[in-house]
């Protein structure tokens, strides 16, 4: 009989269902691969890695180059495994026995899950029927559970909807406890909260490479805060935590960032394209987005994303067990014509051909 540590058998594990779909739809990737003069550039720059030293000089070059991109000091920089690494950590950071962190419901599953592990005390807070959230009414109930971590996904994972930087400034100026804003979507999106970070000291934005970057391989993500903030944070680091191949790449990638733009741009007016297109059909609702992905809420959803399986195409369902997604599909832009044939599939469904 093995003793595990306390309450470890009851935690939550992600419930993403990988699979490798012939029309990958279901997971907010990138679906194209890097630029090829991107590529290009990243493998030349893993053929001259000294993979016998620890990656002091990669970590330092890319924290260089965000910090001189968001005119900060490099000190307010921090990376991680993804940002999900970073999101963990400023959850350990403010969390542990007594402590509380509001985040609202539905958003990004993994807040409950990182709460969990970090012992604090979970506080969803519930979004209108809309997917809109209160601020006034959320800023109220960090004050009245008497949070020590405040959450927000801006653009919002799964509903894709967004708050202005105006809203984001006025959560920030009137709550006291730290607040983490996960930008995960920002570049599909347009409007970051970064700036916001040199007048709040209780504000913490991440950031990734694996949407919009299409780097989801290679875990990259950083987070930017005043320096007080990330010191502290820096200490739940393990010491060289992300390896040289991931580093270098994001680099690279962070260098060419311009490549970039165009494929951004397209996925926006996919994502529009489809949403008409998805409006037309009866009994689907459709929520509007920000992001590169779609939510939609449909009676038979259950039934839609089985024949969607058996087409081999991809969507994220949300399980009985998700509140607030009851009915909901996520559906991730992909190429014109894999979204064009995701969109055919679900109107043959519905219209029961
Ligand atoms: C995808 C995602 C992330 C982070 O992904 P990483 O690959 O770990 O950077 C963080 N937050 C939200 C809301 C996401 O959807």
């Known amino acids: 009989m093995l003793n595990y540590r306390k309450d470890l058998e009851k935690m939550p594990s992600y419930d993403g269902v990988e699979k490798n779909y012939r029309v990958k739809v279901n997971a907010n990737e990138s679906t194209l691969n890097l630029p090829p003069l991107v590529e290009e550039r990243v493998i030349n720059r893993l053929a001259n890695i000294s993979f016998n030293r620890y990656p002091n000089e990669e970590y330092a070059l890319l924290i260089e180059q965000i910090a001189k991109n968001f005119s900060v000091s490099k ?8 940002s999900s690494e970073i999101i963990e950590k400023v959850f350990h950071s403010f969390g542990g026995k007594g402590k509380k962190i509001v985040y609202p419901q539905p958003s990004f ?4 899950i990182y709460a969990r592990a970090a012992e604090a005390q979970a506080f969803p807070f519930d979004l209108d029927e809309k997917f809109d959230l209160d601020v006034d009414k959320f800023i109220k109930k960090v004050h009245e559970v ?3 971590l405040a ?19 006025e959560i920030a100026k009137n709550i006291d406890c730290a607040f983490l804003l996960d930008e995960a979507y920002v570049e599909f999106y347009g409007h970051s909260a970064f700036n916001l970070v040199k ?7 991440a950031r990734t490479f694996s949407k919009a970057y299409g780097m989801a391989a290679a875990r990259v993500g950083y987070m930017i805060a005043q320096e007080d903030v990330t010191r502290m944070i820096n200490k739940t680091f393990m010491p060289y935590h992300m390896n040289v191949l991931s580093l ?10 311009d490549e970039f733009i165009t494929r951004i741009q ?6 529009q394209r489809i949403f008409e297109k998805l409006k037309n059909l009866r009994e689907i609702e459709v929520f509007p987005s920000q992001t590169n992905f779609i939510l939609i809420r449909y009676k038979k959803a259950a039934a839609l994303q089985e024949y969607l399986d058996n087409l081999d195409i991809g969507v994220r369902y949300f399980s009985a067990g998700a509140a607030g997604l009851k009915n909901c599909l996520r559906i991730s832009m992909g ?3 894999e979204n064009d044939e995701v969109f055919s599939a679900i109107k043959n469904f519905v219209e029961g051909k």
């Open 75 to 82: 000190s307010q920089i921090l990376l991680g495994g993804g």
């Open 109 to 112: 599953s993994m807040y409950k």
């Open 146 to 148: 008497n949070a020590d």
């Open 151 to 169: 959450v927000v996904c801006n653009p919002n994972n799964p509903t894709g909807n967004a708050l202005t930087v105006a809203q984001i400034e």
């Open 199 to 205: 007048k709040y000291p209780n504000l913490i934005v």
């Open 248 to 257: 270098a790449a994001a680099d690279i990638v962070y260098q060419m960032r």
């Open 266 to 271: 397209s996925t926006v007016a996919e994502r």
């Open 335 to 337: 190429m014109q014509i």
